[in-house]
């Protein structure tokens, strides 16, 4: 019988390019409509591009956020560690996406009136509170390669990546307080969201158990 398993070699060599790939094609997409509509031509921009760009960008950077964070329950449940291979790269991908939706707002909003911006910040809560996920979300990303590991020493690296839950829970009230109404993709990714918690707890309290024994 054939065995169909791929090494952990493989996933670096050819499953990472193609997860790279992938993950480019929203920002690829945003890219060539705003080119379209700079040179007046046809595009999926709508009426308001910046309202546009501000939720697909926001969008993307909250749904590779949660896929991160899904990574090590998945990992943990197929007994199987290649899925941790692509969670930094993930990770990072978050982060970009979340650069691009900051980026998006104060470009194309804001028009980098920095006054005009932080009274904006310091007036509406749910940017107030998307911006405090980013703020958390940038000494993850900064300290997300092996040196940054080695310096910090493994545990002090891991309790730092734990803001990682509290970034995610921030990105969705802030998901949530900006959709106005009653809306069922804002509790799709809270209940997501929750799921994840609850084997994160369920994973920590199965460590303690044996301990306290």
Known sequence: MTNFSVSANDLRRFGKPLVFALMMVPAL???WNWWQAFQYLPNDLGFNPQETSNRFTGDWALRFLLLSLAITPLSKTIRSSKP????????LFAFFYVCLHITSYVWLDMLFDWSELWADVLKRIYITVGF?????????AVTSTKGWIKRLGARSWQGLHKAVYLAGVLAVVHFIMMRKGFQIEPLIYAGILLLLLGFRLRSVLGRRAPQRT
């Open 29 to 31: 997409w945003l890219a």
């Open 84 to 91: 941790i291979l692509f969670r930094r790269m993930i990770g």
């Open 132 to 140: 405090s996920a980013f703020l958390l979300l940038i000494p993850l």
